[in-house]
């Protein structure tokens, strides 16, 4: 999901593998297609190598990848609403609210960017029996809450880089912030919260020492993971109760 | 391990179950007689409920358990050095330097106090191959760092709350802090690094958040959890990778 | 400038003295008509108290005070770029980003509201060669760090409490935050940043620390004063060199 793989002299952290590198993979899922959610260099060596590989992102930017010469029967374009089985997991694709680019700062869901659809996605899996919620970048916006409490979720990845008015000055979209990531995640009814997005380009930090703290004080029934870079995790269905 | 399960009024945190209340219990392993870390009460009750529970303590505080009439053949004293076989576990005590009260502060392994033996313990704990260090209560001291390097750590549960002059002063006996932990962690190859002792009473407060912020910012190597009171974890051997 | 002198049972902090126990005024200023920026029994009191005493306030809110029985001659409705003489000081109205309630969240300048006129004002003080800057509640807009840099700002009192999607839908309309206040001390020059609007109600705290720790690691030519509740403090010209 949302693989960054390129190396790029303005990455804080490497990637873990590169594309030439990486293990054979049935599916990549992007959110958007800002390129630290579609890297388009990885997802052409990634289709070069594995012929199984398919992409699924939001419908209005397939082209982007077909441009890229990667055939189109290996793209699949979805938008909120339409479940698929990915193997024994299953993908329900919800909105994401979020922006190209700014100033001035505008949050929507991409309809007038994306012809009328959601040009933003955020992904729920599920896989065998957990729920995890990855929104690639977006806001917290009405509706958002009631939509992650019908999935039960386990597991929810939140960015907490934040969104001002200095940030969008350097055309630097923004997120929910770390507060906002725990009070949804909270609201939410999530079990697992996994902070993201915030130590990979200098300009654009979060601050996840703030988010554990913003926890244990108000949400002592949410539990927090914060990986090391690359670091396998499991997580079981005993794991959420 | 250091069940604390008593209620009691100046808690911040109720126990997950109360001895009663406990599912049966094989083991029940103490690291010193801290009444946080040797709940007396519980361990009588757990004693009562269930015939087949023995107890592992530091050989010099056996007799706190046998006044309160646990027979002594269910009690296990142990010293640094002494391999147990606990069913499919095995146990390795290990030093620790504590303090019974201050001040004066004074730490040291228990000697004194202890007969002669280490008074104060800490805990590494090997499972289908995962191999898990519990302090107890500890500073960081010379060879410690060392001893836990050779027994090749996957997990470390360690104290954040800290020492200073004027906790002791107040007769709280110190621990390592935040950064410590953090340093200690790195130091001995942990992979995965779970704060304890920071959110029970008000006057032996730890900072999570700042153990996040100082590891995220200077060891990228090192995951750290940080659970919701009474959840269940799960690690596998893949996740040591 | 927006005393907030009323006790009431949400405060966490008790006013320094209430309007009868005040000592004697010449100006009250309101930046506008929340009841922690404008508190009206207050105002009644000290006008009631001290027959100097004058209110300078937005002008849409004017009648607000009229309709408590204050004098209409005894207050003056500004708007921004008039430039008022006060005794030996000089005030200078700027624009505030603000909004009345939420949800739905809309921060403007109040036009709507308030006839065509800005509703939510901020004030630069200047005061024996001093500036200083007080914005009431704001989040940062276009063109307000131009505007401060052209006063030679040597003081910003600024709020730090931020927005959020979950503080908008308990109708706390919201500020600037405290990278944004850091971020905007910078950016206009400012050479003393004093944080405000951070611990009054549990709901609305913002996070004094965390803007320290920002600005000691981004902005060095910054200084920050986290005042007592209360403390007088002294400001010289020559500490603005």
């Known amino acids: ?3 960054f793989l390129s190396p790029g002299s303005d990455r804080l952290v490497p990637p873990p593998f590169t594309a030439e590198e990486s293990p054979a993979v049935d599916y990549v899922l992007c959110t958007h297609e800002h390129i630290d959610h579609l890297d388009l260099p990885a997802c052409v060596t990634l289709a070069r190598r594995f012929p199984q590989t398919r992409f699924i992102v939001p419908r209005p930017i397939v082209e982007q990848l077909t441009v890229q010469g990667i055939a189109e029967e290996r793209i699949q374009g979805v938008q909120p609403g339409e479940e698929l089985s990915l193997g024994v997991a299953r993908l329900f694709p919800v909105p994401a609210m979020h922006g190209l680019s700014c100033p001035p700062a505008r949050y929507d869901f991409g309809f007038e960017q994306g012809g009328g659809l959601y040009r933003y996605l955020g992904y729920v899996l599920e896989l065998e029996g957990i729920h995890i919620y990855h929104p690639g970048d977006t806001l917290v916006f009405d509706g958002l809450v009631e939509q992650l409490r019908s999935f039960d979720l386990d597991i929810a990845l939140l960015p907490i880089n934040g969104r001002s008015y200095f940030r969008e000055q350097k055309n630097l979209v923004g997120n929910m912030d770390e507060r906002e990531a725990a009070d949804l995640a ?7 919260l996994i902070p993201t997005h915030y130590d990979m380009f200098v300009a654009n930090l979060g601050r996840p020492g703030l988010l554990i703290e913003y926890v244990r004080t108000v949400y002592p029934q949410l539990s927090c993971y914060v990986p090391a ?3 396998r995790f499991t997580f079981t269905r005993g794991d959420a109760r």
């Open 229 to 231: 870079h690359g670091r």
């Open 186 to 192: 909270a609201a939410a009814g999530v079990k697992l």
């Open 1 to 3: 999901m949302d693989p």
